[in-house]
């Protein structure tokens, strides 16, 4: 595998860097890593390691073609930090992840997916009780969301145009016998054979991205006395390419939400007021965090205009906690979401006052909390602090 080297076409402002350091393993198969290299007063470099069917000028016009896009009318917007404890020094400073493998607290199947399993898993369950716990103090009830959402469910939501990068469609086999045959056939004459695609699959579902989007479609048509909560937790799936990495990066992860729709400024206030019961947490386990505010990794189309206005409208703000083993690099491991009206107008959801509903959202992602955790602490339980050992 040869890098490949260019110069952005156009020059780049800091979010729209970070943005396409995410984005440009979507360039094509086999963009594996990218990296950017700022520089002073000229556009920047850009490197993608790349193994594949293109030419290295094919990969490169590509490459451009989604630098320009990203970069088209993007204004910068300064980010709002909340909530600092920079301050705090970790008492870990070590790579974990190999460790956390070697020590059989995390089996890795594949990049990407993961078991968790010793003392991993006792975080991942303590780590899940706090959030349930805080959504209880919000009179949130427990529901259970199925996996599969529906394509129609995510058109609503408007899901498709934003982050087409992420889907993980849920297909099965058409229901023809020829069709099934020819598996039973291959799956016995020929395992190794076997490939799924093509025509024989319907897609109507999609694993889940997210968990608010089903409630709702719960809530659609209805008109609400004051404002509905719910709060449930379950598998999400992004697929993230040539990103996935860790457990910073999981295809299937899990997320908690606390779930509030109602007026719109109610639920509004709802969101802001967690993030100090959450600060708590992070207090009580001595984490290095911030809150900043933040925006929904947009792809192009939807990227300028719609980074810009979750920043400037303070609609995302992300708790992001720290891995001190690289320099100033942060995980978001919470966010706290208001869509505005966004969701009950599409949804077809009213207040009593017969205005669209507002939603938002409290989100966790669980295995980020214990990597961030390990990071942090280490692999010694003993080492771990007396709130945790009290709990788990
Ligand atoms: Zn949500």
């Not at 709002?80 to 956390?100: G, K, Q």
């Not at 969301?145 to 498709?160: C, E, G, M, N, R």
């Not at 992004?238 to 400024?265: C, H, K, Q």
């Not at 966004?342 to 992602?365: D, H, K, L, S």
Request: aromatic share 12%; charged share 25%.
């Amino acid at each position: 595998m040869t890098p490949i080297r260019f110069e952005s076409p156009v020059r780049l402002k800091e979010t729209v860097i970070s943005a396409l350091r995410e984005k440009l393993v979507y360039t094509a198969p086999g963009v594996s890593a990218v990296a950017i290299t700022t520089v002073e007063g000229a556009k920047p470099l850009i490197e993608l390691a790349y193994e594949g069917a293109l030419s290295e000028a094919e990969v490169v016009e590509k490459a451009s073609q989604l630098v320009r896009e990203f970069a088209r009318g993007f204004l910068e917007v300064e980010k709002e930090i909340l909530h600092d404890r920079r301050h705090v020094v970790p008492a870990w400073s070590e790579p974990v992840y190999d460790a956390m493998k070697e020590a059989g607290w995390v089996v890795e199947y594949e990049t990407g997916r993961v078991m968790l399993a010793g003392p991993a898993a006792r975080l991942f369950a303590f780590f899940d009780a706090e959030f349930a716990r805080l959504a209880r103090d919000y009179d949130a009830p427990p529901v259970k969301f199925p996996v599969l959402i529906s394509v129609k469910t995510l058109q609503k939501a408007d899901y498709f145009a934003s982050f087409p990068h992420h889907l993980t469609l849920a297909s099965h086999l058409v229901e023809d016998a020829e069709v099934l045959r020819d598996l039973v056939k291959t799956a016995s004459e020929n395992p190794e054979a076997i490939s799924f695609g093509g025509p024989c699959l319907c897609t109507e579902h999609v694993n889940s991205p997210a968990v608010c989007f089903h409630f709702y479609e719960a809530l659609s048509g209805r008109t609400l006395d004051g404002v509905e909560r719910s709060t449930a937790v379950g598998p999400s799936f992004r697929y993230e390419a040539g990103n996935l990495r860790t457990l910073e990066r999981l295809w299937d992860f899990t997320m908690r939400e606390i779930i509030f729709v109602g007026p719109s400024d109610e639920v509004d206030a709802l969101r802001m007021s967690a993030m100090a019961p959450v600060m708590a947490l992070v207090e009580a386990l001595g984490l290095r965090s911030h809150i900043e505010t933040a925006s929904d990794p947009f792809f192009v189309g939807n990227f300028a205009g719609q980074t810009f206005y979750q920043l400037s409208h303070r609609t995302k703000f992300e708790l992001r906690l720290y891995l001190p083993f690289e320099t100033d690099r942060s995980l978001a491991a919470a966010s706290f979401n208001w869509h505005q009206q966004f969701f009950g107008t599409r949804f077809g959801i009213n207040t009593a006052a017969g205005e669209p509903a507002g939603t938002a959202c409290v989100a966790f992602g669980v295995e980020r909390w214990v990597y961030a955790f390990a990071a942090q602490y280490g692999l010694d339980p003993r080492n771990y602090p007396k709130y945790l050992l009290e709990r788990w």
